[in-house]
Structures are given as structure tokens and as C-alpha cells.
């Protein structure tokens, strides 16, 4: 995460933070199949984004999706 992202979160700003995740989203979409925001900070801010076509994974659901798929074995 990069310093300014953290340091609005320390500073309670979650707008900010979620407008650079946001903008981070946009510059990666250009050039990945698809994105993975791994820390829950970050998996919140898609709250507030309008998703595109590239699919966007984040850490808290994909650990969510293993751990029923192993209770379900």
C-alpha cells in the first residue's frame, strides 16, 4: 500500500483512501487480466467503485470462499 493510501486511513479519511484505490483500479485495468486487492482496507473501497469488465478479486472474499468450500468437504 503506498504511503499516501495509509496515511489517509491513519488520518481517518476513507474517501480519500477509496479515490486512490480507485484511481490504482483504473491503471491496472489497462494491463491485467485481473486484479486482487489483498488487504481489507482496500477490499472496502470497492464499495464505492463502479466495476468495469476486468474482474476484481479481493483477499477477505476469496479467504471467505476457501474456508466454506473446505468446511463443505
Known amino acids: 500500500m503506498s504511503s499516501k493510501r495509509f496515511q489517509a486511513l491513519q488520518k481517518g479519511n476513507q474517501t480519500e483512501h477509496n479515490e486512490l484505490i480507485h ?15 489483498a488487504q481489507y482496507s ?26 466454506v468450500a473446505l468446511a463443505g468437504e
Open 23 to 37: 484511481a490504482e483500479i483504473n491503471r491496472l485495468s489497462n494491463s491485467c487480466d485481473v486484479i486482487l486487492l
Open 42 to 67: 482496500m477490499a472496502r473501497a470497492l464499495d464505492t467503485y463502479e466495476r468495469g469488465e476486468i474482474p476484481i478479486l479481493t483477499g477477505p472474499e476469496v479467504s471467505a470462499n476457501a474456508i
